[in-house]
């Protein structure tokens, strides 16, 4: 009820939206699971035992430390500047800093928000966690305490993340802050592509029973010290009691420290942040001033803007980064089956992050006022204005990023190619809904660009963006290359006409124009 008083039918239409998102993807990843995964995993569990017997060598520990490293590494490295901002830099804590509550109350609401709106992706990769403990054997009761240990896991990952946050404004000051947060979650980017380095597979010849011990041995020794922070988790799914109470006895303590900092600390911080002048206050020459053009200089502007936030350049250098380090570390993904994993991953990280760049940038549109009526300027220039700056922004890097993986595979090339290039309209469009998301569920916190939507809006954002080129780029790039059955076949849908054009162009189409349409005319009339 109160998100339906605070959005109203906005809000009420974004939920049903968001359920039947997640009902679209829930059916094939549930057939994928159950049809796929978990009988894979079922082998791997009676491998496991045969391993045990002869070498001494535990299979079952080592993946359950696979993907438990894989779930510390994403939420380290997607929550970070997400909790440096909002602890310290978000105009909400300002504002109850004011109020009868107390500090360390202002800061677990703070991190609660982080929980509901940074954690979405885990709701993607808990469901194939808890499908592979099913196919190792965990069932009934172990099943559901290993569900429940996942959420306490997650919740130290959480205070951790806020722990850390605290050391890097405790050694740091200023703007640098921002820039600091950034480049500690490019950190944790290569931790969690090495990590995947470490749990590569495929590289084992499983003729050769003395080589698979030897590398299985020392991958063993290597994941499962008892020094990673993901360690008392799974000794407490794969243990007994003693090492369940291991982990409880751990997870008071990281909350503990929490807390502490949060009594003692938090409070005094926050009063140094604000009244510490943060960037160069010295005035500045006027200098030379050039005359540009009306639109040519709304594009200034707004490059302008979008470069003085940290964390929006980082927004553009992570998935510039990730995929060459990605292909770097395992060169497998550029055969086979791994290219199109690959493509999925560069997919998902543009689509997401150009909607969040867009949805800041217009964030710091809305913070600066609307005073489009104290200039001739008409609101249909300054929202092109923002869309081609981020369309052009990622779609450079998008083309970049596709043409090095074309020169590194010998398969796929050319449709990775024209993936990337139909990836531009969706790019546009994307630029397009950051702006009405902004409008329709935005928090006014403009100071934090990774928390400028509501939580329903978060939602709507991550959905929207990672399904739209699945049913536009997708579904227009085979049916150009001739291969949508593939598509159709995917959907359940029979690969004759008049479904083939229907899906494979008329669907595509409506989709990009309908969205940008509709996107466009709400940013264009009562903006405000």
């Not at 995993?41 to 430390?65: P, W, Y």
């Not at 030897?214 to 063993?220: A, I, K």
């Not at 990673?228 to 794969?238: G, H, K, N, Q, Y």
């Not at 060169?331 to 690959?342: A, E, K």
Request: proline share 4%; hydrophobic share 55%; net charge positive.
């Amino acid at each position: 009820m109160r998100m339906l008083t605070r959005q109203g039918k906005r809000a009420f239409v974004a939920s049903f939206l968001a359920v039947a998102f997640v009902i679209m993807i829930a059916v094939p990843i549930a057939f994928y699971l159950r049809g796929y995964l978990v009988p894979n995993f079922s082998r791997v569990a009676d491998l496991s035992d045969q391993l045990r017997e002869l070498t001494g060598i535990d299979l079952k520990l080592i993946v359950v430390s696979f993907f438990s490293a894989i779930i510390f590494s994403i939420l380290l490295g997607s929550d970070l500047p997400i909790v440096v901002s909002n602890l310290f830099f978000s105009e909400r804590v300002k504002m109850l800093l004011n109020l009868p509550v107390r500090t360390a109350t202002i800061a677990n609401v703070q991190l609660l928000e982080v929980l509901a709106a940074g954690g979405l992706p885990i709701l993607l990769f808990a469901p194939v966690f808890m499908a592979a403990l099913r196919g190792l054997g965990y069932s009934d009761g172990r099943f559901w305490m290993a569900l429940v240990l996942l959420f306490v896991f997650v919740l130290n990952t959480l205070a951790i993340t806020a722990i850390i946050s605290f050391v890097i404004v405790f050694l740091s000051k200023g703007r640098f802050l921002k820039t600091l947060s950034a480049m500690m979650t490019m950190v944790t980017l290569f931790v969690f592509i090495f990590t995947l380095r470490f749990m590569d597979f495929s590289a084992i010849d499983l003729a050769k029973p003395d080589q698979v011990a030897e590398q299985f041995g020392g991958l063993q020794s290597i994941v499962t010290s008892p020094y990673l922070p993901w360690s008392p988790f799974v000794r407490a799914i794969t243990g007994g009691t003693r090492d369940l109470a291991v982990f409880i006895v751990s997870s008071i303590g990281i909350f503990s420290s929490l807390a502490l900092l949060e009594i003692f600390l938090y409070s005094k911080v926050l009063q140094k942040l604000m009244t510490r002048p943060i960037g160069n206050v010295s005035p500045k020459s006027n200098g030379d001033f050039k005359v540009h053009g009306l639109f040519l200089g709304l594009l200034i502007k707004d490059s302008l803007l979008l470069l003085r936030e940290p964390k929006l350049m980082f927004a553009v250098l992570y998935p510039s980064l990730f995929v060459p380090v990605v292909v770097l570390v395992n060169p497998g993904l550029l055969s086979s089956f791994g290219i199109l994993q690959l493509l999925g991953l560069i997919v998902f990280l543009f689509s997401n992050y150009t909607t969040v760049s867009s949805t800041a940038l217009f964030a710091f549109e809305r913070q600066l006022g609307d005073t489009s009526w104290l200039f001739p300027i008409r609101r249909v220039k300054t929202i092109l204005s923002k869309s081609f700056v981020i369309t052009s922004l990622y779609s450079f890097v998008i083309l970049l990023v596709g043409l090095y993986v074309s020169n590194n595979t010998s398969q796929y090339g050319t449709f990775m190619m024209n993936f990337i290039l139909f990836m531009i309209p969706t790019i546009f469009v994307l630029s397009l809904l950051g702006g009405f998301l902004e409008k329709s569920f935005g928090t006014k916190d403009s100071k934090n660009v990774f928390k400028a939507l509501s939580l329903s809006g978060a939602i709507l954002s991550f959905l929207l963006s990672t399904l739209l080129p699945v049913f536009s780029t997708l579904p227009m790039t085979l049916y150009i290359s001739g291969n949508i059955g593939l598509f159709l076949n995917f959907m359940n849908i029979p690969i004759v006409s008049p479904f083939t054009w229907l899906l494979g162009l008329v669907l595509p189409v409506s989709l990009w124009v309908s969205i940008a349409w509709a996107s466009f005319r709400s940013l264009c009339y009562n903006f405000v």
